[in-house]
Structure formats: structure tokens, C-alpha cells
């Protein structure tokens, strides 16, 4: 049996840099950019155009709207049961793929206390027939919901519906805008929206255009990523169609034949990351680009993923937003030409996300 090539940490960090167009700035359409990176992590509407700009050369805030506006892009509950921008030909297949995770979600506790003696599957008819034609905003769902079963907390059976139906929302909620989360969103049907049916689920596909993104990687890191459980056999089912690697660590990882590996001595730029981006997500073992010891400053608990940047291709700090100031926390201190680098780059970004702002500072906490 041949030897199983291992492959660095550095060599594992320039690859996903490179995959992920953070080594170097593409000028490819921003739908294809979209699209291969399978889905953009959406709760704030903000945070997807920050991913965009910091891979994409010259990125327009009004580039993504458009895609939005024109029904090329959706936003709505994808992976990991949460919110995320797709183009509107991946929802179609990639919604089914990962429904039974969030048919999972539904069963949870939060929902369980509400939903308890009833059918999940007549409270997601009962939601399709409301639904039927109409864009709603969730708490006019909420209401009409709590009328047909009463008793029970509305805005729990809409959240449940939202998650069992294929529903996706109106532009306005997912477009640049004010920060933090918007009250009012509206939802609507996804079929509906899109103007074509919902597709059959293709497990595989999601793994090679997850390998395409975020490879090499193994069964647990497409897991995590996809939120979906038992992909060995899959794997397994696509092993002469894969290169298969081992880390430092003996883990075993799969790629696509052709996919190239990157240089591990490549210099790459300072980039930084929105909340939530998914090359901090996209793995079970993030050692890649995130030093174990900083992940609890990154994500500190309650579902939190704060904003962060990357000096030398890994995490090296966090940055908040505060007005028309970006404040800048580094774990480590920096060098001095890393200063120059990180404040060169925050300088740009500040323009992009502040840009009607007299008065742009930068400053270190």
C-alpha cells in the first residue's frame, strides 16, 4: 500500500487561504465567487458584503444587492440550521441536503415547549397554506399561526415553519443597511420566490464543492461544516474519485484530484474577516488558522463569532465597529511592519463599511 502523503499546518493554511481567494484578491463575477464558496454565513445583513470585500478585488456594496434584488442570490436557514447567502441554482439542491439538520432544530428544546402534542409536519402545511402567494413579515405569520393553534407562542411555531419549509427572504432584510440584526423581516416561499421547484438533495455534490472551498479536510470537518452526521460512507463511496492525505496529526483528509495545494512558504497579505465567516467555521479542527489558545477570544459562547484578522494566514486578533472608528485588539504584539500592514488594510476596509463617514480613524484598544 502506498504511502499516504501528510501535509503541514502551513501547507493546510495557504491551501483554505488560496481556495478562499484571502491570498490573493480575485476579480472573478461575485455570483461565481458566491457560489464557490457554497454559502456565506448572513445573520447581520452586513457581514456578507465584508466577506466579499476582503476577497474580491474593487467589490461595490451595490454588486450583491443587485444579486439579491434580481433573485440570483437568496438569503434563508442553511447550514448549521442558520442564516446564509446562497445563489438561488445552489438553494434549490442544497437546501434538501441539509433539511434533515434543521428538521433536527425544530425538535430542540426551544421548540419542543411549544410544539408539544402537535404535528411539526401539520404546523409546516399549516404555514405553506398562509404563506401561499404572499411575502409576510415573521410576526404576521407569528399571529395567524397563534390563531390556528391556540395556546401557543406564534413567533416558536412561525421559527419552526421557517425551518421545516423552504422559505427565504425578501431583499430588503439581507441587503447593506443598519448594524445588527433587523426587526421585520420578511419571508416568503422559496419555490415561489425563485420561480422553480426545490431540487432532489445531492449529498456528494455538497461534499466535493465543500472540498472545492474549504479542502483538503476530513469526515468530522465537513460535518461541522454542513452540520450534517454519518458522511463516512459517502465518503467512502467517493474514495477512487478523491486524493486522500493525512495532517501532522494522522487525521485522514480528502481532495479533489485535481485541486492544487499551495505553497506553505507563500507570503500572503493581512485580511480581515467578518463575524461568522465560515473559513473559521468550515472545520472541526480549526488549528489551520486559528491557535487553540485564541479560539475562546474569537468565539466567547452564546453562539458568538466575533470579527477577526490575519497576519501571516492566521487569526491574530479581533476588530469591533464602533461608529466611524474600527477598533482594532491584537492577541500578540505586532511587528512593526505587520503594524503598517494591519493599519494599511484596516484604513481600507473603514472606507468600504463607513463610507459616507467625514472623520475614519483607526485605533488599537
Known sequence: ?????????????????????????????????????????????????????????????DELTALLRDRRVVRSAVLRSTQHLTSSDDFRWLRPVVQPVLDRTTRARYFAAQTAGLDLDEIAATGMELMAGRT????????????????????????????????????????????????????????????????APQVARLIRRYLAAFGPAGVKDIQAWSGLTRLRETLDELRPQLRVFRDEQGTELFDLPDAPLA??????????????????????????????????????????????????????????????????????????????????EAESLLAFIAPDAANRSVTFS
Open 1 to 61: 500500500m502506498p504511502d499516504i502523503p501528510v501535509l503541514s499546518t502551513r501547507t493546510l493554511n495557504r491551501t483554505l487561504l488560496q481556495r478562499q481567494f484571502l491570498a490573493a484578491r480575485t476579480s472573478r463575477p461575485v455570483l461565481d465567487v458566491v457560489e464557490h464558496l457554497v454559502a456565506l454565513q448572513g445573520q447581520e445583513p452586513n457581514w456578507p458584503y465584508v466577506g466579499l470585500w476582503t476577497r474580491l478585488a474593487d467589490f461595490r456594496h
Open 136 to 199: 409576510l413579515q415573521r410576526h404576521q405569520l407569528a399571529s395567524s399561526l397563534a390563531e390556528r393553534f391556540p395556546g401557543r407562542d406564534g413567533r416558536v411555531l412561525a421559527g419552526a415553519v421557517e425551518l421545516r419549509v423552504p422559505m427565504v427572504h425578501a431583499p430588503a432584510t439581507g441587503t447593506w443597511g443598519a448594524w445588527g440584526n433587523r426587526a421585520g423581516i420578511a419571508i416568503t416561499v422559496a419555490e415561489q420566490w425563485i420561480g422553480r421547484p426545490m431540487a
Open 263 to 344: 505553497d506553505p512558504d507563500r507570503p500572503v497579505p493581512v485580511r480581515f474577516l467578518p463575524s461568522f465567516d465560515n473559513i473559521l467555521l468550515g472545520h472541526a479542527d480549526r488549528a489551520r488558522v486559528i491557535r487553540e489558545g485564541d479560539r475562546k477570544q474569537v468565539m466567547p459562547g452564546q453562539a458568538m463569532v466575533r470579527p477577526t484578522f490575519l497576519v501571516d494566514g492566521f487569526v491574530h486578533g479581533t476588530w469591533s465597529k464602533m461608529g466611524s472608528t474600527l477598533l482594532i485588539s491584537p492577541f500578540r504584539p505586532l511587528s512593526q511592519a505587520d503594524t503598517a500592514a494591519v493599519l494599511d
